[in-house]
Nanobody, 114 residues
Framework: QVQLVESGGGLVQPGGSLRLSCVAS????????MTWYRQAPGKEREFVAQ????????TYADSVKGRFTISRDNSKNTVYLQMNSLKPEDTAVYYC???????WGQGTQVTVSS
C-alpha cells in the first residue's frame, strides 16, 4: 500500500533552516507530481509547494516563495523541502502527498521559536 514517511522536522530559531525529507513507497514515485502541505494548530491544512514528476516545474505558495525549495530524487523515491529564513508563522506539521493519490503520511513537526 502507499506509504509516505516524512522526517527532518525539529525546533529551529527564526532565520534558521531545515531540510525535510519524504520517502515514498507503494506506487511508481517517478510518475507522480509531489506536493508538500502544512497544518498549523487551529488552522486548515494548506498547500506549500509542488514539483512535477520530472522536476521541470515547481510551484510555491506565496508565503514561502523565495525561502523554500522543493526537489526530488526519483532514484531514492524521495522528495525534499529545503526551508530557509524560517519564521514563527512557518510552525506547523508538514506533510508530503502525491497528486491524485489520497494517502497522507504522519507528518513531521516544524517549530520556529526563539
Amino acid at each position: 500500500q502507499v506509504q509516505l514517511v516524512e522526517s527532518g522536522g525539529g525546533l529551529v530559531q527564526p532565520g534558521g533552516s531545515l531540510r525535510l525529507s519524504c520517502v515514498a513507497s507503494g506506487f511508481t514515485f517517478s510518475r507522480y507530481t509531489m506536493t508538500w502541505y502544512r497544518q498549523a494548530p487551529g488552522k486548515e491544512r494548506e498547500f506549500v509547494a509542488q514539483i512535477t514528476s520530472n522536476s521541470i516545474s515547481t510551484t510555491y505558495a506565496d508565503s514561502v516563495k523565495g525561502r523554500f525549495t522543493i526537489s526530488r530524487d526519483n532514484s531514492k523515491n524521495t522528495v525534499y523541502l529545503q526551508m530557509n529564513s524560517l519564521k514563527p508563522e512557518d510552525t506547523a506539521v508538514y506533510y508530503c502527498k502525491a497528486v491524485n493519490i489520497g494517502s497522507w503520511g504522519q507528518g513531521t513537526q516544524v517549530t520556529v521559536s526563539s
